[in-house]
């Protein structure tokens, strides 16, 4: 059965950093990372980062500059690294992910169970 879990999460001071890592496992015949989501209680969940085909990544204009998407695909993995945070970053933080499990099966599209994030003043 195929599960991504992401981690990472925790508390951090305003302006420091953390990565999150997001790894799928099971049966994987190949893997693309899509994007970072993330929810604060209340609101609906938005996009954070997302991988483009040009190669520099698609970002909130809220992170923007302190956020860069990265992942190894090869390895069903990939990675949110944050720096400069800010407590307006405290969130629940979700990966998302395109996996085929066999070779003759369609694509589906998968998320994690989400990581916190809190980011203190």
């Known amino acids: 059965q195929v599960q991504l879990v992401e981690s990472g999460g925790g508390l951090v001071q305003a302006g420091g950093s953390l990565r999150l890592s997001c790894v799928a496992s099971?049966?994987?015949?190949?893997?693309?990372?899509v994007a970072w989501y993330r929810q604060i209680p209340g609101n609906q969940r938005e996009l954070v980062a997302r991988?483009?085909?040009?190669?520099?990544?698609n970002y909130a204009d809220s992170v923007k500059g302190r956020f860069t998407i990265a992942g190894d695909n090869a390895k069903n993995t990939m990675f949110l690294i944050m720096n400069s945070l800010k407590p307006e970053d405290t969130a629940v933080y979700y990966c998302?992910?395109?996996?085929?499990?066999?070779?003759?099966?369609?694509?589906?599209?998968?998320w994690g169970q989400g990581t916190q994030v809190t980011v203190s003043s």
């Open positions: 099971g049966s994987i015949f190949s893997f693309n990372a």
């Open positions: 991988f483009t085909s040009g190669g520099s990544g």
């Open positions: 998302n992910a395109i996996i085929r499990r066999r070779a003759s099966d369609y694509e589906g599209s998968y």
